[in-house]
């Protein structure tokens, strides 16, 4: 396990190349005769949206480069993997900035939306726009030569329109302002956490490392895909329940998926299992924004027979061992993969606490 003193220096070594993207881009910006004003407002956008979380899914394409190819990458094979992890920061980026505008979130990473910045507002739109294009620029100035070229590019755009689609399912079925628990159920769930975030959360980071690496077999992306869209799903199952039953100074933030009508798995499953008396409590009071409604849901999570605690336990359990029991199938020598690539992740969210 990486030391916190470790940690901290591969995050700063990695947002060391966020300064040179950025300056890339700014200079392209520059050499299309664009006004200083513009070049600011894009220079503002980049900093403020895309190198402030916990970029997890950029360092993961640098680790799992770097245990495919068993020794420490040279310096550049580490800028290409942080400027390919940079890119998915940056569709990240492009998915925050217009999933706040789309549910008028407050706040994002602790600072006020980006939208929400004076003068911005609406432009927010276009800002989003500008750092989804910024992947393909970079993708060609870097990696045009290169055979997997458009194998980048198709990685990019099928997992775009997956997480869209996934966002789409989410808009329709949780609508905040219309709170209307019979369109949520458990399949819905587990649809809107695969599209929504276990595409590019999981399986895109590791995939772009498997493309550099020169991994060509397709058997070893459809073994890799099988293990990390489940892994993504167990992840955002975790998130679901620390939302409700992690304390927030632990946790780093307010859980707020009850105010907010989120259709998470706490509720689903409380849906499945509830009595039609405690239904009726959740009609009620879920997706009401005040406190009082929100902890007579949480009351009705851990009674019996709901009991979200016992329940999650269990799935966590299940979850772990099936997991494992994938990753141990791979076939190292036929599909080029390392099993220490899964173990890494999976090591990282077991159990996890925030």
């Given at each position: 396990?990486?030391?916190?003193?470790?940690k901290a220096a591969a995050r700063a070594r990695f947002?060391?190349?966020?300064?040179?993207?950025?300056?890339?881009?700014?200079?392209?910006?520059?050499?299309?005769?664009?006004?200083?004003?513009?070049?600011?407002?894009?220079?503002?956008?980049?900093?403020?949206?895309?190198?402030?979380?916990?970029?997890?899914?950029?360092?993961?394409?640098?680790?799992?480069?770097?245990?495919?190819?068993?020794?420490?990458?040279?310096?550049?094979?580490?800028?290409?993997?942080?400027?390919?992890?940079?890119?998915?920061?940056?569709?990240?980026?492009?998915?925050?900035?217009?999933?706040?505008?789309?549910?008028?979130?407050?706040?994002?990473?602790?600072?006020?939306?980006?939208?929400?910045?004076?003068?911005?507002?609406?432009?927010?739109?276009?800002?989003?726009?500008?750092?989804e294009a910024a992947i393909y620029y970079l993708l060609?100035?870097?990696?045009?030569?290169?055979?997997?070229?458009?194998?980048?590019?198709?990685?990019?755009?099928?997992?775009?329109?997956?997480?869209?689609?996934?966002?789409?399912?989410?808009?329709?079925?949780?609508?905040?302002?219309?709170?209307?628990?019979?369109?949520?159920?458990?399949?819905?769930?587990?649809?809107?956490?695969?599209?929504?975030?276990?595409?590019?959360?999981?399986?895109?980071?590791?995939?772009?490392?498997?493309?550099?690496?020169?991994?060509?077999?397709?058997?070893?992306?459809?073994?890799?895909?099988?293990?990390?869209?489940?892994?993504?799903?167990?992840?955002?199952?975790?998130?679901?329940?620390?939302?409700?039953?992690?304390?927030?100074?632990?946790?780093?933030?307010?859980?707020?998926?009850?105010?907010?009508?989120?259709?998470?798995?706490?509720?689903?499953?409380?849906?499945?299992?509830?009595?039609?008396?405690?239904?009726?409590?959740?009609?009620?009071?879920?997706?009401?924004?005040?406190?009082?409604?929100?902890?007579?849901?949480?009351?009705?999570?851990?009674?019996?027979p709901i009991s979200i605690p016992e329940r999650f336990?269990?799935?966590?359990?299940?979850?772990?061992?099936?997991?494992?029991?994938?990753?141990?199938?791979?076939?190292?020598?036929?599909?080029?993969?390392?099993?220490?690539?899964?173990?890494?992740?999976?090591?990282?969210?077991?159990?996890?606490?925030?």
């Amino acid at each position: 396990m990486a030391t916190k003193e470790a940690k901290a220096a591969a995050r700063a070594r990695f947002e060391g190349v966020f300064d040179q993207i950025a300056d890339e881009l700014l200079a392209y910006t520059k050499a299309q005769g664009m006004p200083a004003e513009a070049i600011k407002w894009y220079k503002d956008s980049l900093y403020y949206n895309v190198p402030g979380g916990k970029l997890n899914r950029g360092l993961s394409v640098v680790d799992t480069l770097e245990i495919l190819k068993g020794a420490p990458l040279s310096e550049d094979e580490y800028f290409r993997a942080a400027l390919l992890g940079w890119c998915i920061e940056l569709l990240q980026g492009f998915f925050l900035v217009s999933d706040d505008l789309m549910d008028a979130s407050i706040t994002r990473r602790g600072q006020p939306c980006w939208y929400r910045q004076k003068a911005v507002g609406n432009i927010a739109i276009n800002d989003s726009f500008m750092l989804e294009a910024a992947i393909y620029y970079l993708l060609k100035k870097h990696f045009r030569q290169e055979k997997y070229y458009v194998d980048l590019l198709e990685l990019f755009h099928e997992t775009t329109f997956q997480t869209t689609l996934g966002q789409l399912i989410d808009l329709i079925t949780a609508d905040e302002h219309h709170v209307d628990l019979s369109k949520f159920s458990l399949e819905k769930h587990h649809l809107i956490v695969v599209y929504k975030t276990a595409f590019y959360s999981f399986y895109l980071p590791v995939a772009l490392a498997m493309r550099v690496h020169g991994i060509q077999d397709e058997s070893a992306y459809k073994a890799a895909l099988d293990i990390l869209i489940p892994m993504g799903e167990y992840f955002q199952v975790q998130d679901d329940y620390l939302d409700a039953y992690a304390p927030p100074e632990v946790l780093g933030k307010i859980g707020t998926d009850i105010l907010d009508n989120k259709c998470s798995w706490n509720v689903n499953i409380a849906l499945k299992y509830g009595t039609p008396e405690q239904r009726k409590v959740l009609d009620d009071n879920y997706g009401k924004k005040d406190a009082e409604s929100e902890a007579r849901v949480k009351a009705i999570y851990s009674e019996a027979p709901i009991s979200i605690p016992e329940r999650f336990e269990k799935y966590e359990k299940e979850s772990h061992d099936r997991l494992t029991g994938l990753i141990n199938q791979i076939d190292e020598v036929k599909t080029g993969l390392k099993r220490d690539v899964f173990v890494s992740f999976l090591n990282k969210v077991y159990k996890r606490t925030k």
